[in-house]
């Protein structure tokens, strides 16, 4: 199953099942579950409730190839604000909670706006291949290149990390689902740093929706290349602080992504 398959699924149904080549491991790809989740508050929603900010907890594994229940509910719907949480539950425990902040247009005095940057020729760079058994298995789905950085395990001595990333077998138009996938899809920043392979995982994750999908000319497809660059603010006894910036092709700020991430080096 693609990535649209599933969203297709959380559609129609409330209990699903991960392929295990959308994992990690045993488990699913963190930005599968929280897309999945995102994409469940966003059914029933008006054109006018857009997508501000989402707050992603991972508080467990969610395992491939075990079935688990998907619900969400809202938290409170005001005349310009709305949030809403989600979570998916599996043998009885939450594994990723979702918390996701939706505000209606307003007239304001208040402008500011960031004039594009030059992110370079889209899909430029070192591809960085799927192979079976050492990267993780749903990086299948995803087309990555490397344009500044290194790759995990490799000791460098790079902070950053600068690419292009897009699906494979993209086919519908980008949604916020499909965008979320993406900036989790990248390694860690924090794992270029290592020297041989160890344990790392998100713990808690935040996106700001900068320039709303809804606002774009022209909203790019499933094949088109998305800009994406991180940086690691502050590493220190074993968790680590990164900022990101996504960007479409022509250089239009779309998202802004924080994480803290927990990388077991030494045991």
Known sequence: MNFD???????????????PSWGQGRTTFGG??????LHRIEQGLDDGQVLRSLNVSFCGPLNTAESFTLSSQSI??????????????????????????FGR????DIEVK?????????????????IKGITPEFTQHINFTYVEGGLPFTNS???????????????????NA?????????????????????????????????????????????????????????AHDGYGHTEARIYTADGVLLALS??????????
């Not at 599968?32 to 989740?37: D, F, N, R, T």
């Not at 949480?85 to 918390?99: A, E, K, R």
């Not at 960031?114 to 799927?130: E, R």
């Not at 001595?157 to 949604?175: C, P, Q, T, Y």
């Open 114 to 130: 960031l004039p594009p940057v030059s992110c370079g020729t889209p899909g430029s760079g070192q591809a960085m291949p799927f």
């Open 258 to 267: 924080r994480q803290l991430v927990v990388v077991y080096d030494k045991r």
């Open 76 to 101: 409170r719907v005001g005349k310009s604000v709305a949030h809403y949480q989600g979570q998916t539950v599996q043998q009885d425990q939450v594994t990723t909670l979702v918390n996701a902040c």
């Open 5 to 19: 398959d599933y969203l297709q699924q959380v559609s129609q149904q409330d209990t699903l099942e991960i392929h």
């Open 157 to 175: 001595k790079h902070n950053v990390i600068r690419g292009w990333m897009r699906f494979n077998d993209g086919e519908r138009a980008l949604s």
């Open 105 to 108: 247009e307003r007239e304001s």
């Open 32 to 37: 599968l579950s929280a897309a999945l989740i």
């Open 178 to 234: 499909h965008l979320v996938a993406l900036i989790d899809a990248w390694p860690p920043t924090l794992l270029q740093k290592l020297k041989s392979p160890a344990p790392c995982a998100s713990v808690t994750w935040s996106i700001e929706m900068v320039t709303p999908l809804s606002q774009l000319p022209q909203l790019p497809g499933g094949s088109d290349w998305l800009w994406y660059e991180a940086d690691i603010r502050q």
